[in-house]
């Protein structure tokens, strides 16, 4: 079996996370997956398993929901507009992830929003 493409890596990521699967959607990044906030040197979350908790969190929420506005695709990066429910009652997030695969999992992610 080949490994996915970066681009499909992030498309399952997308179907885990809008199923509220969270087992699957933690199987797309890296053990030592790092999420940052655009700008910030530091990482705000750093492992697997604080992704499962900051995300298990998330995923209680029945409302949930991301989709993809607007996609580029550059090699192993991959930049996605996304419009998420559920965050904030009545009101729908714009968010910019760009994601970093690497050997068919996501090693970072960085997230710029409104």
Do not use: C
């Not at 604080?50 to 993809?68: C, G, Q, T, V």
């Amino acid at each position: 079996m080949s490994m996915p493409t970066a681009e499909q890596v992030v498309d399952m990521q997308l179907a885990y996370y809008n199923a509220h699967d969270i087992e699957g959607f933690v199987s797309t990044y890296s053990a030592d997956i790092k999420l940052y906030n655009q700008g910030e040197a530091q990482p705000f979350l750093t492992g697997q398993e604080a992704l499962r908790e900051r995300y298990m969190k998330r995923f209680s929420i029945p409302e949930l929901h991301a989709d993809i506005a607007n996609r580029m695709v550059l090699g192993n990066f991959i930049l996605d507009f996304e419009h998420v429910r559920g965050l904030k009652e009545n009101e729908m997030v714009k968010a910019i992830a760009i994601y970093e695969v690497r050997d068919g999992l996501i090693q970072n992610v960085w997230f710029a929003r409104e």
